[in-house]
């Protein structure tokens, strides 16, 4: 299949949540929603239907509605391309699959220096259906940017490794300190297929992308900087040529903020554990230019009455000050029980504020 040469982008140079991420003064503050299309909107439901989310993922056509959904609906500040992590593993011909209820699962964990070895590379051809859906998004989507995404070497390599979800990664950890050569084999075959996913989305015309580190949190600093960093760095470094914002966010990450900024990215995404103006004081630490940061609402927060969810924005609102760019937003995805209404309220009320 003939991969198609990379397309021309949009003139977004004043979309607010371009100019925020490049620290520059919007003409209102931006605002979306991690997993703002999904589980939490009815026409999501109704369009899927019974459809494995897989599969879905490999949609062009369904990929594009359900982005679409949550910018018609709320009006937000930027759209983000519905996938999945597991999405380049799959097109590669890796075994996995989403489980409801459970998540990603793999057919068979990747534990041995064979099991690395034995991993293919993804092309770019394989992810051609995202390449697709992003052409048709970015051609209905006017001055609303597009976010494209991947998942980070690291919490890839903890699916693979523990063959699907784990509160503990206890074969992850012991698989990185006890055979390191293998472990960075391995995260540096994921960050080449993330970077090779990442790119196809940017070939495509996405305007900005996020790296998605969910499961960092369960790591130390010094691991972290040790067996993680490089390989997310890799990552970063391999799109900065691109010309768009590169997002780097990951859960329960507070005590990791100045090491995720240095892998490279230019907005660091803060989960709810942490205030915004904490976290800028320590993603300034060494004289480093004041970040530009997003979040950083707790999705609980939302299933709360009204005006505890409007003293909550207005409270990180504030704290966002105090950074070069604030891109609001939450601490985690929108659950699904969500009221959508209430996440329309949101967006109202933030775009009422003063940036």
Known sequence: MRVAEPVARRDLSTAPLLVAARGGRPSRLPVWFMRQAGRSLPEYRQVRGTVPMLQACFDPEMIAEVTLQP?????????????????????????????????????????????????????????????????????????????????????????????????????????????????HGLLDKLADITITFLRAQLDAGVDAVQLFDSWAGALSERDYRRFVQPHSAKVLSAVASAGVPRIHFGVGTSELLPAMREAGADVVGVDWRISLDTAVRRLTVDGRPTPVVQGNLDPAVLMADWPVVE?????????????????????????????????????????SLTP
């Open 71 to 183: 910018v018609r609906r709320h009006g937000v500040d930027a759209a983000i391309l519905f996938s999945d992590i597991v999405v380049p593993l799959k097109a590669a011909g890796i075994g996995v699959d989403i489980k409801p209820g459970v998540g990603p699962v793999v057919d068979h964990p990747v534990r041995t220096n064979k099991d690395v070895q034995g991993l293919p590379a993804l092309e770019p051809a394989q992810v051609d259906a995202v390449q697709r859906a992003v052409r048709i998004l970015t051609s209905e989507l006017g001055q609303t940017p597009l976010i494209g995404f991947a998942g980070a070497p690291f919490t890839l390599a903890s699916y693979l490794i523990e063959g699907g979800p784990s509160r503990n990664h206890e074969h992850t950890k012991a698989l990185m300190h006890s055979d390191p050569q293998t472990w």
């Open 311 to 351: 003293a909550e924005v207005r409270r990180i609102v504030d704290e966002g000050r105090v950074a070069a760019g604030h891109i609001v937003n939450l601490g985690h995805g929108v659950l699904p029980a969500t009221d959508p209404g209430v996440l329309t309220r949101v967006v109202e009320l933030v775009h």
